[in-house]
């Protein structure tokens, strides 16, 4: 499902104009579950308490926001005094990626980076706007595999994602673009909320993640 299931004639119509397109976006931004954001958030910040590793991964627009993401949850939180946050995208290393797809499967392209890495305690953070995602999914097994920690940010109800992650960001649209807008959106206020708790020493708003 790359694009997701085909749109009613009537709702392709009104997503046309930009118009019809951003009180689109502003419906599903105003119905996003901020209380599984603010759990993502919690999350993170005890992976940087303990000193764990963060792993991002994608396809597509979701590989490009992997690194968009790991720049700057990795660069844009570092300050003097304070340590770096250990982050890194497994969408970045084109050889890599491609040298495994070639040997082995694109399915195993993600699993097969982790595996040699991943440790209890890390983060596996999965982006795919279906959730159905082959190599994302089987990135999220090599993780649990590892006892680490796994979140997805999705769309269209989770898919098969939603079942392999401990925390997840479901984004409740059917349309990809609307979906891929909205996990941009999610990133940068998940950037933001870690970045002053990380510049503060100070806890996340949420609470229920234990420390």
Known sequence: MKNGPLLGITQEKELASPEGYLRGIVDVLEQLPVSAIDEVVDRLWQAYRQDRTLYLFGNGGSA?????????????????????????????????????ANDTSYENIFAAQLRPFIEEGDIAFAISGSGNSPNVLNGLRAARDGSASTI???????????????????????NMQHIEDSHLCIMHAVFLAFRQCALSASEPRARGVPA
């Open 152 to 174: 997805g940010l999705t769309g269209f109800g989770g898919g098969k994602m939603k079942s392999l992650c401990d925390a997840c960001i479901t984004v409740p649209s059917e």
């Open 64 to 100: 490009a926001l992997a690194s968009h993401a790991a720049c700057d949850l990795g660069k844009g939180t570092t300050s003097p005094g304070k340590k770096p946050f250990r982050v890194v995208s497994l969408t970045d290393n084109v050889s890599l990626i491609t040298a495994w």
